[in-house]
């Protein structure tokens, strides 16, 4: 277990003149992007996670949140041959439930991850005395605004940080309707993301976590089929249940997974 600092070493190289940097990171595929995708579809998820480490090397890390489904995708990471050296990044907003932060340490100690715990510049004092509590507002504007801050910027920091060329995350294509129209590998703000799990179903994550005996989200118990920070959670019910949950029904995404450049299109 390491101490949650990002000071790894890795092999990304400056953008060479004349290309953007989407231009660069796909020209590091064996194969058009397109026929990446092909190849994907056709094999396991852990076989997904197992060639992009192939692909990328140093240049490839795995995003958790380590919400209710977390485990599935950090277990296929610990399963793999080099996994173990795979950074884990996770961005810890300030905000999140005192269950999150049991199960993070409960998780990173079981399966040996060697989690990078990266968070924004702007603590969350000074973000509510300069802006307000933006949760609180009902405005999408502020939701975006509290986003980007607590949450897209500082993973972009991390994967500069880390020279990152393509990152890996556990959503699936049920969760949003945005998530419907997503690919097994996509380009996200000028990098990959890889998607391992998204064909799968909240009945293949059950069960796959009651077989290799993965401890669930305290929260789980409590009825929440989804969890991020405290103010934008809720449990199922009254009409609405997983992603519905989430930021007052206001909005599904947080901006992580879509393809803006930072306050653009989060």
Not at 27 to 52: F, G, V, Y
Not at 194 to 207: A, I, S
Request: net charge negative; hydrophobic share 35%; aromatic share 8%.
């Amino acid at each position: 277990m390491t101490d949650g600092s990002i000071d790894t070493v890795s092999t990304a190289t400056s953008t060479a003149a004349g290309q953007s940097p989407s231009v660069q990171v796909a020209s590091t595929l064996e194969m058009p992007l397109e026929d990446a995708r092909i190849h994907l579809a056709n094999l396991s998820a852990q076989k997904r996670l197992e060639w992009a480490l192939k692909q990328f090397g140093q240049g490839f890390v795995l995003t958790t949140s380590f919400g209710i489904q977390s485990a599935v995708l950090l277990h296929m990471l610990h399963g793999l041959d080099g996994g173990s050296v795979v950074p884990v990044v996770w961005v810890d907003t300030g905000y999140l439930p005192a269950e999150t932060y049991f199960y993070a340490d409960q998780l990173t100690r079981q399966l040996g991850l060697d989690l990078k715990v990266v968070q924004s510049t702007m603590s969350p004092a000074r973000m509510e005395a300069i802006y307000g509590r933006l949760w609180e507002t009902g405005s999408v504007k502020d939701l975006e605004t509290y986003h980007r801050i607590r949450k897209v910027e500082p993973l972009e920091q991390a994967l500069d940080d880390l020279r990152v060329h393509c990152w890996a995350s556990g959503v699936r294509s049920d969760q949003t309707d945005y998530r419907r129209s997503m690919a097994f590998l996509d380009l996200i703000r000028d990098r990959l993301s890889l998607r391992p799990l998204l064909d799968w179903t909240p009945k293949e994550v059950f069960y796959y976590m009651q077989e290799h005996q993965l401890p669930q989200h305290p929260l789980f118990e409590k009825g929440y089929s989804t969890v991020g920070d405290w103010h934008s959670s809720a449990p199922d019910g009254g009409g609405a249940s997983g992603r519905e949950t989430r930021f007052g029904g206001l909005k599904q995404e947080c901006g992580l997974h879509l393809p803006g450049v930072l306050g653009e299109g989060i």
